[in-house]
């Protein structure tokens, strides 16, 4: 499985962005999908998951109530909806795939990653 993410960039605070993923590759082996990030001098956390059938979905507390994840299945696709984004949401977004998991919550529990997206939200 291959992903590649994409729609980074700059926004203000309080505004909007989406990324996206896209899936390739032996696609139908795909469990869950999730979004990491990871800020500068930081550790990579955990920030959106959803099951690649049933669509459940699970956030970080940091972010759940403004993120939104979603997937397309026909275009093999996952989105991440950002919304009131905060500078401290400033990191580089990547995506990942599970091929066991419900909807993990740990980086140990995905089997494919894609490269980072930036996405940086000025004060």
């Known amino acids: 499985v291959q992903l590649q993410a994409s729609g980074g960039g700059l926004v203000q605070a309080g505004g909007s962005l989406r990324i996206s993923c896209a899936a390739s590759g032996r696609t139908f082996s795909i469990n869950a999908m999730g979004w990491f990030r990871q800020a500068p001098g930081k550790e990579r956390e955990f920030v959106a998951t959803?099951?690649?059938?049933?669509?459940?979905?699970y956030f970080a507390d940091s972010v759940k109530g403004r993120f939104i994840i979603s997937r397309d299945n026909a275009k093999n696709m996952v989105y991440l909806q950002m919304n009131g984004l905060k500078p401290e949401d400033t990191a580089v977004y990547c995506c990942?795939?599970?091929?066991?998991?419900?909807?993990?919550?740990?980086?140990?529990?995905?089997?494919?990653w894609g490269q980072g997206t930036l996405v940086t939200v000025s004060s």
């Open positions: 959803i099951n690649w059938s049933s669509g459940s979905t």
């Open positions: 990942a795939a599970s091929q066991t998991y419900s909807r993990p919550s740990y980086a140990s529990l995905y089997d494919y």
